[in-house]
């Protein structure tokens, strides 16, 4: 009877480690996964797994010395455990004649059933958490819903954003701009580092819907306790977000204190949503090139696309500050560039405006023959999105004459397998944690955006140094035709979406 009860023992302990064993490359593989594609759905999967395979392993290793003591207790035989100290002989003996190929067989059983139920129990859990929670309150938001539907920007309703500084404000949003970023951003710029960014918020949020709108204006609703920037609620705002936060264009906005300051005195709300994002763009290429008031007299500049909100900024200041400007744009935009203060402006029919500038034959377009029959330029300024020779344009430049992007570069990032991003996942947090010890904001790139520069456009705004241009203001229903005017040839500075 005492051999018995060993080998009934020995049988359920080796089948559990056995099986605990089994499943620990399964689960090692579960979390490589894990961690490589940062994905949630995969998350419930091995927490499933892990109470299904694991947990019973553990459960059976009990209940077999349970059931072994159970059974000593009721008979008089002694505990397996008795045995095991008086005779080590016979454990050894036991364990060496143990019939490996029935607990194999057992094992492959028990495997194929756990993996099965665990597998699609975790799967169909992964889809419940992913969805998205709206959380009460809720407000109306101008969002992309996916990065490959065509026609992924809707009105929708999104969670109210919360505080996650005490020294945020938030903002009631009167009017919200729709740059051409953001129609890049809704087809999935930046989204592998956003995500990444995101994983370390205070407040999570999920990934979609991903909320529009580079800058807008509206009325300070409540200023967080430790805020520092002598905003109170009632006054009147205006504030930019970088491609990597969430957007603008809903009801209510939560933003840091130095991404936002008083707008000018002198225009509407809509008119201050059109500059704080293209005005920080403009102003950061301009300081880094060494074209202030100061150094600008004399200058020869040529903006590309002059009716582009970062082109109407550039073309106003530059003109203001003595520089001679020279402008290229369609027939519609020519009367408002030359207002702007452009004296020389390259005028091309709207179809063929965007052809001139990847034309194959480039020698034989008419911007070649518009261009040689200028002086050559100190600055050429390039504010929208094509595929330019950037060879072609070099020999348009005087001596140390500069080619000036202004428009967002590529994200290698966005092409990232999973190695590549789980060593950016670890650099960002990194980063993140160096901000917070040192008590900063991390730099992901893109334009300077701060107070200080939104206080020095609202100085130009206010001494009619820069005039605001709004071409097309829309209701958050017409969001459609807001998105397909953004990007047409028709477009003249800044398409609007009002929440009035």
């Given amino acids: 009877e005492d051999n018995k009860l060993v080998e009934f023992c020995l049988n359920k302990v080796r ?43 553990l459960l059976a290793a009990a209940a077999a010395v349970n059931s072994c003591c159970f059974t000593a207790v009721a008979t008089g035989i002694p505990s397996p455990l008795c045995c095991a100290a008086q005779s080590p002989a016979c454990f050894r003996t036991k364990t060496e004649n143990h019939n490996v190929g029935s607990v194999s067989r057992n ?57 996650e500084s005490s020294s945020d404000i938030m903002v009631r949003v009167r009017a919200a ?57 009632g006054d009147e705002v205006w504030l930019a977000a970088q491609w990597y936060e969430s957007g603008a264009a809903s009801e209510l906005v939560v933003v840091p204190e130095t991404r936002i300051s008083r707008k000018p005195f002198l225009i509407g709300f ?60 369609h027939t519609r935009s020519a009367p408002v560039i030359h207002e702007l203060g452009a004296s020389d402006i390259i005028v091309f029919a709207n179809e063929h405006f965007r ?3 990847i034309d194959v034959n480039v020698e034989k377009s008419n911007l070649i023959n518009e261009l040689a029959s200028r002086e050559k330029f100190d600055f050429i300024f390039l504010t ?39 060593l950016l996942g670890v650099l960002v947090k990194l980063k993140k944690t160096a901000s917070v010890i040192f008590r900063t904001h991390p730099d992901w790139g893109g334009p300077h955006v701060c107070h200080l520069v939104l206080d020095r456009l609202a100085g130009f705004v206010n001494d009619e140094t820069l005039k605001t241009v709004v071409d097309r203001v829309y209701t958050p229903n017409e969001v459609e035709q807001a998105m397909d005017h953004i990007c047409s040839e028709k477009s003249i500075g800044s398409t609007i979406i009002t929440f009035r």
């Avoid at 995500?195 to 709108?213: M, S």
């Fill in 177 to 233: 701009a729709l740059n051409r970023i953001d129609r890049r951003i809704a087809f999935g710029y930046g989204r592998t580092l956003r995500r990444l960014i995101r994983n370390y918020d205070c407040n999570y949020n999920p990934e979609l819907p991903l909320v529009l709108g580079r800058s807008c204006a509206g009325i300070v609703e409540a200023v967080g306790k430790g805020s520092k920037s002598g905003l109170e609620i």
């Fill in 355 to 357: 052809s001139n500038f």
């Fill in 15 to 57: 089948f559990t480690l056995t099986t605990r064993v089994t499943y620990l490359p399964y689960f090692g593989l579960l979390l490589l996964v894990l961690l490589l594609a940062d994905s949630p759905l995969l998350f419930a999967p091995v927490l499933i797994l892990f109470s299904l395979h694991s947990s019973p392993a």
């Fill in 270 to 329: 809509e008119g201050a949503a059109s500059l704080p994002y293209s005005g920080c763009i403009a102003l950061s290429l301009m300081d880094s090139h060494g074209i202030t008031e100061h150094t600008s007299k004399g200058k020869r500049i040529l903006v590309q696309d002059a009716c582009s909100p970062v082109g109407c900024v550039i073309t106003q200041l530059a003109h203001k500050w003595g520089a001679h400007v020279a402008a290229t744009c």
């Fill in 107 to 163: 094992n492959a059983f028990f495997i194929l059933v756990g993996l099965g139920f665990g597998t699609t129990g975790g799967v169909l859990l992964g889809f419940w958490l992913a969805r998205p929670h709206l959380a009460a309150p809720i407000m109306k938001s101008i969002a992309c819903t996916s990065f490959r539907d065509p026609d992924n920007v809707v009105v929708c309703n999104t969670s109210v954003p919360q505080f």
């Fill in 384 to 422: 929208t999105r094509i595929a330019y020779d950037h060879k072609f344009l070099e020999k348009f430049l005087a001596k140390r004459g500069v080619i000036v992007d202004a428009v967002e570069p590529e994200l290698p990032s966005d092409e990232y397998g999973p190695l590549m991003r789980l």
